[in-house]
């Protein structure tokens, strides 16, 4: 299935290994997981920034997220495990004893998870080169005016697209709009406040533009998330 120019897939648990220099183009999960590194290491890039990882870091995604992965020389070595619903922990930090949640994840991937969720410790590494200033001020303001961002910072705009599809495999807009989808799926999920009022925060033109988005996103129209 594809929505947003991403491919949706549902994360496969489990040990995984990725070969050397290997690069993941940029995809959407439908599911929330967290990923463990075991060996080796690997650049990802998603809607919540960039960040170079090695053994002992973890990168928690939720459902909807989109990223790219750029692996090392060495290729890499991760695990995947599911996330329970209704359990908040950071987007990034570190965890002691790597090889004993691979131990439980043989018997109980749950059980990892909760091990997990117990001993990260949570980090606020990342890259803050410009393109990721600007990923996070497209996070902030829907209304973003491109144009006079790249004035602001003394850049043409067509070296502030390609440098930005270059680091995250995705245009400023398709980021955008990605993340701004996302964004209006968690705020349906998670509150009761009227669809137009959640358009009308977001920068949406009105609730029909917000649901087209919506739908793109998931494959599911808003009325349909709202959990009862």
Same mark, same amino acid.
């Given at each position: +299935?594809?929505?947003?120019?991403?491919?949706?897939?549902?994360?496969?648990?489990?040990?995984?290994?990725?070969?050397?220099?290997?690069?993941?183009?940029?995809?959407?999960?439908?599911?929330?997981?967290?990923?463990?590194?075991?060996?080796?290491?690997?650049?990802?890039?998603?809607?919540?920034?960039?960040?170079?990882?090695?053994?002992?870091?973890?990168?928690?995604?939720?459902?909807?997220?989109?990223?790219?992965?750029?692996?090392?020389?060495?290729?890499?070595?991760?695990?995947?495990?599911?996330?329970?619903?209704?359990?908040?922990?950071?987007?990034?930090?570190?965890?002691?004893?790597?090889?004993?949640?691979?131990?439980?994840?043989?018997?109980?991937?749950?059980?990892?998870?909760?091990?997990?969720?117990?001993? +990260?410790?949570?980090?606020?590494?990342?890259?803050?080169?410009?393109?990721?200033?600007?990923?996070?001020?497209?996070?902030?303001?829907?209304?973003?005016?491109?144009?006079?961002?790249?004035?602001?910072?003394?850049?043409?705009?067509?070296?502030?697209?390609?440098?930005?599809?270059?680091?995250?495999?995705?245009?400023?807009?398709?980021?955008?709009?990605?993340?701004?989808?996302?964004?209006?799926?968690?705020?349906?999920?998670?509150?009761?406040?009227?669809?137009?009022?959640?358009?009308?925060?977001?920068?949406?033109?009105?609730?029909?533009? +917000?649901?087209?988005?919506?739908?793109?996103?998931?494959?599911? +129209?808003?009325?349909?998330?709202?959990?009862?």
């Amino acid at each position: +299935m594809l929505a947003c120019c991403n491919t949706f897939a549902q994360a496969p648990l489990g040990r995984q290994q990725h070969g050397a220099n290997q690069r993941l183009a940029r995809h959407c999960h439908d599911s929330a997981f967290a990923t463990v590194v075991l060996e080796g290491g690997y650049l990802e890039a998603g809607d919540e920034g960039r960040r170079t990882v090695g053994p002992g870091d973890v990168l928690v995604h939720h459902a909807y997220e989109s990223h790219l992965d750029c692996f090392c020389s060495r290729g890499a070595q991760v695990l995947i495990l599911p996330i329970a619903s209704d359990f908040a922990v950071p987007l990034f930090g570190r965890v002691t004893d790597p090889d004993a949640l691979v131990r439980m994840a043989r018997h109980s991937p749950r059980d990892a998870w909760f091990a997990l969720a117990g001993d +990260m410790q949570a980090c606020e590494q990342r890259h803050l080169d410009w393109p990721d200033l600007l990923a996070e001020d497209l996070r902030n303001d829907p209304g973003l005016s491109l144009q006079h961002w790249a004035d602001v910072h003394g850049l043409r705009p067509e070296t502030v697209s390609r440098g930005f599809q270059l680091a995250y495999g995705s245009s400023p807009k398709a980021f955008r709009a990605a993340v701004r989808a996302r964004a209006a799926f968690t705020r349906i999920r998670e509150s009761r406040q009227p669809l137009a009022d959640i358009a009308a925060t977001l920068g949406y033109a009105d609730q029909a533009h +917000m649901s087209r988005a919506v739908k793109a996103l998931t494959g599911h +129209m808003p009325r349909t998330l709202r959990v009862s």
